[in-house]
């Protein structure tokens, strides 16, 4: 390979890396996990209201996700089928997804990297398909990520994107699930007094 091609190899790797999933920075991954549950959560677009539209495309552009409005809908339908079987069946098939992704072309060793040419144009010429592919790229690799990070909320029943071991999707949910937790503390305690009082009767009698 000459130093042009080298260049030119370089070159694509460049535009390529600005394609998909990019910015693996955890606000960017964090914003392209918030539209995936957005899209987990409403069954048809047309339920989303209209500032849920609005933060959607805000995430996006901050997760550096290609969505546009003509890959939506079908970035929304593999997103809520997938992520809702992740979550409830703990499965998913994804034979008819795979067929969707991107898939390597070539792949070419260059002195101190290797470089994956996909089957999509460079994004300078990207076109619909290939906002689309970026797009299923980006649900691929946050579903096969170690952190499994949509969770379903016990309480509401809403899919958010979990940080750590939070359990409930925001501090309404959290109060409503303590709530019974304090009123079984308050039952306890109840007891744990009459035991008390029961045991002092006895100690008195004694
Ligand atoms: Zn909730």
């Known amino acids: 390979m000459d130093k042009?091609?080298?260049?030119?190899a370089y070159e694509l790797k460049r535009l390529l890396k600005t394609g998909v999933a990019v910015n693996q920075t955890k606000e960017a991954i964090r914003a392209r996990a918030?539209?995936?549950a957005t899209f987990a959560n409403v069954a048809e677009l047309s339920d989303l209201k209209k500032w849920q539209?609005?933060?959607l495309f805000e995430d996006a552009k901050t997760g550096y996700l290609d969505l546009r409005p003509k890959n939506i809908q079908v970035v929304h339908?593999?997103?809520y089928r997938l992520i809702n079987d992740c979550?409830?069946?703990g499965e998913a098939d994804v034979s008819q997804f795979s067929k969707e992704l991107a898939r390597p072309r070539r792949i070419q060793w260059l002195p101190q990297d290797s470089l994956?040419?996909?089957d999509y144009a460079p994004r300078r010429h990207a076109t619909i398909e290939t906002w689309k592919k970026f797009c299923l790229q980006d649900l691929w690799a946050l579903l096969v990520s170690s952190k499994h990070l949509f969770r379903r909320c016990p309480i509401c029943r809403t899919v958010f994107v979990a940080t750590g071991k939070k359990k409930y999707c925001g501090p309404k949910c959290t109060a409503a699930a303590?709530?019974?937790r304090t009123d079984y503390m308050r039952d306890l305690m109840r007891k744990r007094r009459a035991?008390?009082?029961q045991r002092g009767i006895e100690d008195g009698n004694r």
Do not use: N, S
Not at 4 to 8: E, P, R
């Open 4 to 8: 042009k091609d080298l260049d030119a």
């Open 195 to 197: 035991r008390e009082k």
């Open 116 to 118: 994956i040419t996909y």
């Open 178 to 180: 303590i709530g019974p």
């Open 87 to 89: 979550i409830d069946k």
């Open 53 to 55: 539209r609005e933060k």
């Open 77 to 79: 339908r593999w997103a």
């Open 34 to 36: 918030e539209v995936f």
